[in-house]
């Protein structure tokens, strides 16, 4: 089943900002996807990245998981799923320590965030990591640095 914009809004009181198009479907997707400064990864696609042994796993709550808050106190990327859909860990080793958590889901998972709208995540597993880039700086050589929103 498709979702709009507005739907995905309604079912979880979260807004976005007036400019995005309310009545746009959400894309669902199985694969890597990024939303700002977060990147969603199929937890298959690592080899760095796995699930602590003692690693306590949460239900996502009707009122979603706040995964990361831009910069300045700027606005969340917020998790969500249905009631007994999705699972969520923090506790998670990452070797390159990018990886916020781990989720399963059973059903579509939504990220949704004021300035980007929503995003789909197909049932899987998948690890949610902060994006980073290299940039040259004055001599030329590159940096690395995590992307801001």
Not at 47 to 66: K, S, T, W
Not at 133 to 146: F, S
Request: aromatic fraction near 2%; hydrophobic fraction near 40%; charge should be negative.
């Amino acid at each position: 089943m498709t979702m709009t914009l507005a739907e995905l809004t309604e079912r979880t009181g979260l807004d976005v900002l007036d400019h995005l198009e309310r009545q746009v479907a959400v894309p669902v997707v199985d694969g890597l996807q990024a939303q700002g400064d977060l990147i969603v990864v199929p937890l298959d696609l690592l080899d760095d990245v796995r699930e602590a042994a003692a690693a306590r796993r949460r239900p996502v709550p009707p009122g979603g998981v706040e995964l990361l808050r831009g910069a300045a106190g700027g606005n969340p990327h917020t998790l969500v799923a249905d009631p007994g859909t999705c699972t969520w860990t923090t506790d998670v080793i990452d070797a390159e320590r990018l990886a916020l958590g781990i989720l399963t889901t059973t059903a579509p998972a939504y990220l949704i965030h004021p300035e980007h709208g929503g995003t789909g995540i197909a049932p899987g597993t998948y690890t949610i990591r902060r994006q980073r880039e290299r940039t040259p700086n004055r001599r030329g050589t590159p940096t690395t640095h995590l992307i801001a929103d």
